[in-house]
């Protein structure tokens, strides 16, 4: 089973920072919190990733809480090619380790 | 990042037949994985597939029903055999480096399987 817990959907205006958060209670010490998206009849599409530090890129901003129990990513100005669903994934940084994708968020950005 | 390619991107096929699809990756890869995605469902892991060497089954998975070559590193194949309409799914090829930027994993376009 998925290591994440995550709502099923949220909505976000246009133009509005859009914040999805996820409940990892059980992460490990040497997990990462990844986090992947999947446009409407694509191949998902990589975001970002961290430890336990606060990451930033071109695509958005991840926040992990000081105990790692929860994360959130942040979309700052979202637009309605964001519309996705977003996937929260932790797995192992040590090697090869596979991705086991939960049922994600469904974010919904409306005009 | 990677660039991936899978043929076809779809087809319509009659039960009983088989199906295979290519994965094609524009730079050399280490690991390379196949996921299904069943109508209205997350992905799901269906192999690990290293260069010479066999593939690495996920529980609930066998070789017999999806058989998988990797003759380089840069292509694969996965066979879909004996098809039935429980068949009927996205199948997605993805990549992997260790030598690429943060164990990033990147997914080809996905292949969509109707069986009929």
């Known amino acids: 089973d998925a290591k994440t817990t995550q709502p099923t959907s949220m909505d976000c205006a246009e133009g509005r920072a859009a914040n999805l958060p996820c409940n990892h209670s059980?992460?490990?010490?040497?997990?990462?919190v990844y986090w992947y998206r999947q446009i409407h009849s694509q191949g998902p599409q990589y975001i970002i990733h961290g430890l336990k530090n606060n990451e930033t890129n071109e695509m958005a901003s991840l926040i992990i809480t000081e105990d790692r129990k929860s994360s959130t990513l942040i979309l700052p100005h979202a637009t309605l090619r964001d519309t996705a669903v977003y996937y929260c994934i932790v797995r192992a940084y040590s090697g090869y380790s596979t991705l086991t994708f939960g049922k994600g968020t469904m974010l919904l950005v409306s005009p | 990042s990677a660039v991936i390619s899978q043929k076809p991107s779809r087809d319509i096929c009659q039960r009983g037949t088989s199906l295979t699809i290519q994965c094609q990756v524009d730079s050399q890869v280490t690991m390379m994985f196949w996921y299904r995605q069943q109508p209205g469902q997350s992905l799901t892991l269906i192999a690990t597939a290293n260069q010479g060497s066999e593939a690495t089954y996920e529980s609930g998975f066998v070789i017999d029903k999806f058989p998988i070559s990797r003759p380089n590193l840069t292509f694969s194949t996965l066979t879909v055999s004996n098809m039935s309409p429980e068949d009927s799914s996205i199948y997605l090829c993805s990549v992997e480096d260790v030598g690429g930027a943060a164990y990033e994993q990147y997914f080809g376009p996905g292949t969509r399987l109707t069986v009929t």
């Open positions: 059980t992460i490990s010490g040497n997990e990462y």
